[in-house]
């Protein structure tokens, strides 16, 4: 069974940082290209970042763009992604997805990553 297990939330401070980290288990990991989704209250879920299976030009959304790098260690089955300069907007649970399209060259939609960790909190203050 496909785990998918993200840590590294937490409470910061505006312009803080914080390094989200998602290992998964069960599955191929460099068949797969991997995203970051986020979903605050209230709100839609919404792609962050997303890279294909070699870790080459990675999708980030505009809100994101400059502050937030995603990467991954396909030795170690995890996938990373390293927030700067964070603010009060970055709020929402953030959520690490699978899909089988290794060779993925830009966002998709949430529907298509069949494989979901349960979030990982990050909350900022101003």
């Known amino acids: 069974q496909v785990q998918v297990v993200e840590s590294g939330g937490g409470l910061v401070q505006a312009g803080g940082s914080l390094r989200l980290s998602c290992t998964v288990s069960?599955?191929?990991?460099?068949?797969?290209?991997m995203g970051w989704f986020r979903q605050a209250p209230g709100k839609e879920r919404e792609g962050v970042s997303c890279?294909?299976?070699?870790?080459?030009?990675?999708y980030y959304a505009d809100s994101v763009k400059g502050r937030f790098t995603i990467s991954r260690d396909n030795a170690k089955n995890t996938l990373y992604l390293q927030m700067n300069i964070l603010k009060p907007e970055d709020t929402a649970m953030y959520y690490c997805a699978a899909g089988p399209y290794p060779t993925l060259a830009a966002m998709i939609s949430p529907g298509r990553f069949p494989y979901w960790g349960q979030g990982t909190q990050v909350t900022v203050s101003s």
């Open positions: 890279i294909n299976w070699a870790g080459v030009s990675p």
């Open positions: 069960a599955l191929t990991f460099d068949d797969h290209a």
